[in-house]
């Protein structure tokens, strides 16, 4: 038996953009030392690496950057400000409604977090319409790690040459390659619909 490929898809960087700058601004903007708490927080990268391998619920997450900023503000405030963070990339998510249309089960592959998940399912409708979702903090473990590739493949019921990959991060493009995955390494949106579109034999406009 032959399955049509699975197309994977990353989140960050491929179909939304994202920038913490503006997460951290908001929240240091809400503490006492605006500048001081601004410092601490960009300093939290090891928390949010434990959040989204899932060391971290996100009440820990929470009270973790509470206890390093000072935040004042209630968990709704600190989820809005931390969420609302992300842009959709229209031509990624046309490319993905373009291969659903046609058939073709696509799934999100996604270093990330609860908080980021939520906010993302709440504002932008494109993100209801895949197949299946394998989020590292989910299975407590992060890409490049071959525990997290394994789940893809368990729940798109593919493997090797079947599944389609799309990511902006080398590292992760060769975990997936070493795999036997075909591989697009993101960078823009035109190589990747061009690409996407050849090896699914669709015409992507
Ligand atoms: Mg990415």
């Known amino acids: 038996m032959n399955p049509q490929p699975a197309i994977?898809?990353?989140?960050?960087?491929?179909?939304?953009?994202f920038d913490y700058r503006v997460a951290v601004k908001r929240l240091a903007q809400r503490c006492a030392n605006p500048l001081l708490a601004a410092a601490k927080i960009a300093n939290q990268i090891p928390l949010l690496t434990d959040y989204e391998s899932g060391r971290l619920?996100?009440?820990?997450?929470?009270?973790?950057?509470?206890?390093?900023?000072g935040f004042?503000?209630?968990?709704?405030?600190?989820?809005?400000?931390?969420?609302d963070i992300f842009t959709e990339i229209p031509p990624m998510v046309s490319l993905q409604r373009q291969l659903?249309?046609?058939?073709?089960?696509?799934?999100?592959?996604?270093?990330?977090?609860?908080?980021?998940?939520?906010?993302?399912?709440?504002?932008?409708?494109?993100?209801?319409?895949?197949?299946?979702y394998i989020?590292?903090?989910?299975?407590?473990?992060?890409k490049p790690e071959s525990k997290l590739y394994e789940v893809v493949e368990a729940t798109s019921g593919?493997?090797?040459?079947?599944?389609?990959?799309i990511d902006d991060r080398p590292e992760n493009i060769a975990a997936g390659q070493t795999r036997g995955w075909r591989v697009i390494l993101h960078e823009t949106p035109q190589k990747t619909r061009t690409l996407a579109g050849e090896w699914c034999g669709l015409k992507i406009d």
């Open 135 to 142: 989020y590292s903090f989910e299975h407590k473990a992060q």
């Open 57 to 69: 619920s996100t009440p820990e997450f929470f009270e973790r950057i509470r206890a390093v900023c």
């Open 8 to 17: 994977i898809f990353d989140l960050g960087k491929v179909l939304v953009d």
């Open 72 to 83: 004042p503000g209630k968990f709704e405030e600190f989820a809005d400000i931390f969420g």
């Open 158 to 165: 593919r493997r090797g040459a079947d599944l389609i990959y």
């Open 100 to 132: 659903r249309a046609a058939g073709f089960n696509t799934y999100i592959f996604s270093n990330t977090n609860e908080l980021a998940v939520r906010w993302i399912t709440g504002h932008f409708p494109f993100f209801g319409h895949f197949d299946g």
